[in-house]
Each structure stands twice: as structure tokens, then as C-alpha cells.
């Protein structure tokens, strides 16, 4: 088990104080180069969709090399479009989800069946609350695919300190593609799980973090066996649960940011979105320090990452009133142009 931030010598982030080297890329953009799971031109695969018996034989001593240093089509650009849409007063969600469909008209190569089905009802006109829940209306199974739980870290470092608030972006920006509980609550659990590991929590207890006030019973017991489970049980699939859990237990079974995104690569099937969000969580655990320099030299879109992670947390600051604990209690004000504000909460 890997030593907790505490033990390995780390502060935690205090409210009036923070180190932005914690919030270097990781954090925002998931895993930072997804290890050759895309080539620089984001559609053609290594690893992706490979079972994990193919990668490990291919590749025996892990993928541990980007090529080129560009992203996937998918992943960043859709945490940079929540990110883009954050502001001094809180989240815009018509805003994210022009973003959205700006990003599916641009024509990536990549993206799931249920996002594109949600975008395009966006792109005829349907408002953010109201394409993502009429799809789950529609589906018998649900939509309970991984696209939100991939793209909702920006969430935990624009409301870290306003725990309700979090709570409510994170299940509000995965409604406007994926409305499924498993999904909107899952999102919620590994937000939580970043701030628990941005504010110096332990890793050993990253599990209770994520999980605390979790109203889904299904996303708790995908996080619950985490950290005992046997490799060889642990599914990495499109499934927003099986993702949910390979992620943590990446974290939970390396002790550093690297080994962590290396390992849910190689897991296989959909390896780069549990790579990302493995990466959220490695980059929150272990800080900008950890990334290994061959990867941070050739990051496509690094400044733009830096910069984006400093003003999320600056903003969050700004809204901070120290030894006054923000509560679901205090209720979430949403204006009638969809931007949620802590500011007009008082805060």
C-alpha cells in the first residue's frame, strides 16, 4: 500500500494556503499523455479496446512512453470545455454544454455512442437538463457509460472548498450527457475523492472520502472492494462502475503517480478513460513533482492546463470563508441562465 501524502512528508493544502504544483496537469486533464493509448493525432489506438491479456503480451514492461504528446480526442477536450465554462461565480452549464457541441461539430474521431446521442440533442435545440435525462428516459439498461466520470475533475478543483456545490456541478454536468445515477453519483464520488487527496488526505482512506454521502447504493459498492480485490476481478470496460473501481484500485495498488497511470493502461478495453481518471486521482495523491519530466516536456496544451488549474483554484479561494463549513444544508442557487454561484450563496 502506498504511504499517504501525511507520512510521505506532504502538507496538506489549507484553506488560505495552497501549492499550485499539486494541481500541474494530472488533475485537470487526467493522465497527462494516456501512455501511447492514442497517438498524437487521438485516433489510433494502442491499447484501447485490446483485452488485457494482449497488452500485457505486447507490451511486457508496461507503457510507460508517449508518442508525439498530443491527446485523445475526447477526454481533455471535454474537461477543457467544463473547465472553460467555470467562472469567478461558479459553473455556466448552457456554457458547458455549447462547449460540447462546439467540440462534437469540430468532428473528433472518437466518441461514445451515448455522448453523441446526448450532443445531438443539445445540437437540436434541447436544453442542458433536458437531452441527457429524455436518453435515460429512453433507455431500458440506462446511460450509465464512463463519459462523465472522465471529464469531471475540473469540478473538484473550481469547488474544492464548498463541498455542496461540488456535489451539485458534479451531478449536474454529467446529467447533460449521462443522467443515470450510477453515473451523476459516481462523478460525485471521484470528485471526491480528488479534493480528499488535494487537501492531504490519506490514500488509505481515499475510498470512505469518495463514498461519503454517496446516495447511489451501486456506485458505494463499486468503491467499497477496491482496495481488496483481486486483479484478475477488476474490469476496466465502458461501464461508469467498472471504471470507477479500476481507477481507485490503480491508486490504491502503486505507490507512485506514474506506476498508477501505467497500470490502468494496461488493464486494457477502455484503458484511456480509465487511465484519466486514474490520473486525476495520481495527480490529487502525489502532485506536479511526481510526473515524470519525459512526460511534462512534451504535453500538448501545457500551459493552457497550468493556467487553467491556477485560476480554478484561485477562483475557488476567492469564494472561501474560513471556519464557515459549506453544507448540501445551505441549498444550491442556480440563476435562471443556469450558472450555479457560490457567490450568491454568500460565499
Known amino acids: 500500500m502506498p504511504r499517504s501524502l501525511l507520512s510521505a512528508g506532504r502538507q496538506p493544502i489549507s484553506a488560505r494556503r495552497f501549492h499550485y504544483e499539486y494541481f500541474y496537469g494530472i488533475p485537470v486533464c487526467g493522465s497527462p499523455c494516456r501512455l501511447r493509448v492514442w497517438r498524437c493525432t487521438g485516433c489510433n489506438t494502442?491499447?484501447?479496446?485490446?483485452?488485457?491479456?494482449e497488452v500485457a503480451l505486447k507490451y511486457p514492461n508496461g507503457l510507460r512512453d508517449i508518442v508525439g504528446g498530443g491527446w485523445s480526442q475526447v477526454r481533455p477536450p471535454m474537461m477543457l470545455a467544463i473547465a472553460r465554462a467555470c467562472t469567478s461565480d461558479g459553473i455556466d452549464l448552457d456554457q458547458v454544454a455549447a462547449n460540447f457541441v462546439a467540440w462534437m461539430r469540430s468532428g473528433p474521431k472518437d466518441i461514445g455512442n451515448q455522448t453523441r446521442q446526448a450532443l445531438s440533442l443539445l445540437a437540436s435545440g434541447l436544453r442542458w437538463d433536458e437531452a441527457?435525462?429524455?436518453l435515460q428516459r429512453e433507455s431500458a439498461r440506462g446511460v450509465a457509460g464512463n463519459g462523465s466520470v472522465m471529464r469531471c475533475a475540473p469540478i473538484a478543483l473550481r469547488f474544492r472548498s464548498h463541498h455542496g456545490c461540488m456535489v451539485q456541478a458534479a451531478i449536474d454536468t454529467s446529467r447533460i450527457?449521462?443522467?443515470?445515477?450510477?453515473?451523476t453519483w459516481g462523478s460525485v464520488a471521484i470528485c471526491q475523492g480528488i479534493v480528499h487527496l488535494l487537501d492531504g488526505g490519506a490514500i488509505e482512506?481515499?475510498?470512505?472520502?469518495?463514498?461519503?454521502?454517496?446516495e447511489d447504493d451501486d456506485v458505494r459498492s463499486a468503491v467499497a472492494p477496491a482496495g481488496t480485490l483481486d486483479y484478475e476481478h477488476v474490469r476496466s470496460a465502458g461501464f461508469v462502475l467498472e471504471t470507477v473501481t479500476a481507477a481507485l484500485w490503480s491508486l490504491l495498488h502503486e505507490d507512485s503517480a506514474e506506476d498508477v497511470v501505467v497500470r490502468a493502461a494496461m488493464m486494457g478495453d477502455d484503458a484511456d478513460t480509465t487511465a484519466t481518471v486514474a490520473g486525476a486521482l495520481a495527480g490529487?495523491?502525489?502532485?506536479a513533482e511526481a510526473i515524470p519530466q519525459r512526460w511534462r516536456s512534451i504535453l500538448h496544451g501545457r500551459s493552457e492546463i497550468e493556467a487553467m488549474a491556477r485560476q480554478l483554484l484561485a477562483w475557488d479561494m476567492?469564494?472561501?470563508?474560513?471556519?464557515?463549513?459549506?453544507?448540501?444544508?445551505?441549498?444550491?442557487?442556480w440563476a435562471t441562465w443556469s450558472r450555479y454561484s457560490c457567490a450568491s450563496l454568500g460565499m
Open 284 to 287: 490529487a495523491a502525489y502532485g
Open 46 to 53: 494502442r491499447v484501447q479496446i485490446k483485452s488485457r491479456d
Open 132 to 134: 441527457g435525462e429524455r
Open 318 to 333: 476567492q469564494g472561501y470563508i474560513p471556519n464557515t463549513p459549506f453544507t448540501q444544508s445551505h441549498g444550491c442557487a
Open 205 to 214: 482512506s481515499v475510498l470512505d472520502a469518495a463514498t461519503a454521502g454517496v
Open 177 to 183: 450527457t449521462h443522467a443515470d445515477s450510477r453515473a
